[in-house]
């Protein structure tokens, strides 16, 4: 079974020859149909985030179930699914409270499988861990069946990938903010995948303004394709006084970092009005900082939160998303502008941290 493996950090991923166990209690085996070029696989690659080596990474896909083991109750072989990168527990404090994505089982066991053991090892039987217990660069994954969630027929495989992360991420972070209504003012920093999900999340609620903010043009121009009102090129222009302009100096009702670093936090705090919200969406560095400005957090009474996977259950996010798509109330199929093959895949991560990547890239399995 061939899958791409992280052997070593700041070095291309080996495509491999795996050895996989069959699905054992609770569990199941898909064919990976389809898995998309994040970002967050690309910083465990540099090394910015910590997953244990080696590794199948991939954590946002779609698959078809070929097997089932014992005590799987929801599916059956030909299903075809949305993968999950949280395998949710359901008895933890966070999977009863609502907040499932928190898992806190899920956590503890990491990118082994529930019961603490390895599906994937090599020839040389050293064990190999799965991201978000599914790790989707690779032909096959044996994974627990709360990872997928089956969708009906009128959702493509491609589509039903994206909403593994980005989608649900980008569009759960807006519908799902406790502060969401209709006619809000968002600024979006940040237009890759997630933050062209946002834009759609944010007309999906019938946003009065979408300002979206990059440093590429040509994601500013494709933004405008799924609803943005208006675009700041963040090179050229200051954000902040654009946003401000645009909102007869008060800012925003909301903004959102899609991307994670200190600079584009830091003016998600700067453009929102009082009492406004601003919210980290994309992963920064791990050991990174941003500044507060206490004083304005006092007297603006601003709120700065995170968003998890979409904030809530991802599988409540999903529902939503699939029908919204099949009321194409959202765009998700045309967010899909690069597909690669698994041996290209060293190449697709090069083209998304060059910036070369406009949209979103899959691999086609
Ligand atoms: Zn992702
Ligand atoms: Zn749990």
């Not at 600024?187 to 979206?212: E, H, M, R, T």
């Not at 705090?269 to 941003?290: H, N, Q, T």
């Amino acid at each position: 079974m061939k899958a791409a493996v992280l052997n070593q950090i700041n070095k291309p991923l080996e495509i491999e020859n795996l050895i996989q166990e069959d699905p054992k209690h609770g569990e199941v085996k898909i064919k990976v149909n389809y898995a998309g070029i994040c970002a967050s696989d690309l910083h465990i690659m540099k090394g910015t985030a910590s997953l244990p080596i080696p590794a199948v990474l991939g954590h946002e896909g779609s698959g078809t179930v070929v097997e089932v083991g014992p005590n799987v109750t929801n599916l059956k072989p030909g299903d075809k699914c949305i993968m999950s990168f949280v395998s949710n527990c359901g008895h933890c404090t966070y999977c009863r409270t609502g907040n499932p994505n928190l898992c806190s089982e899920n956590l503890r066991i990491g990118s082994k499988l529930f019961d603490n053991t390895f599906r994937l090892k090599k020839q040389n039987n050293k064990e190999v861990y799965q991201m978000g217990k599914i790790g989707l660069f690779s032909e096959y994954s044996v994974c627990p069946q709360q990872a997928c969630y089956p969708i009906p027929d009128e959702i493509s495989l491609e589509t039903a990938a994206l909403i593994g992360c980005c989608a649900t991420t980008g569009i759960g972070a807006i519908v799902n903010h406790p502060n969401a209504t209709t006619g809000l003012s968002i600024a979006i920093f940040g237009i890759g995948g997630v933050g062209i999900s946002a834009i759609q999340g944010a007309k999906l609620l019938n946003s009065s303004k979408i300002i979206a903010v990059d440093i590429d043009n040509k994601k500013l121009q494709f933004s405008k394709k799924f609803g943005a009102t208006h675009t700041i090129n963040a090179k050229e222009e200051r954000p902040i006084s654009k946003i401000l302009d645009l909102t007869n100096g008060e800012g925003v009702d909301m903004a959102l970092d899609t991307f994670g670093s200190n600079d584009t936090t830091e003016s998600t705090l700067s453009c929102i009005r009082r009492g406004g919200d601003a919210v980290i969406v994309g992963l920064a560095s791990e050991g990174e900082f941003a500044k507060v400005d206490m004083v304005s957090m006092v007297r603006k009474q601003l709120t700065i939160s995170g968003s998890y996977y979409g904030t809530t259950s991802s599988h409540e996010t999903f529902r939503k998303i699939v029908n919204a798509s099949i009321n194409n109330q959202l765009d998700l199929e045309k967010l899909v502008t690069e597909k690669f093959p698994l041996k290209k895949i060293n190449q697709a991560f090069e083209n998304l941290q060059n910036g070369k990547i406009v949209g979103r890239g899959i691999l086609e399995l």
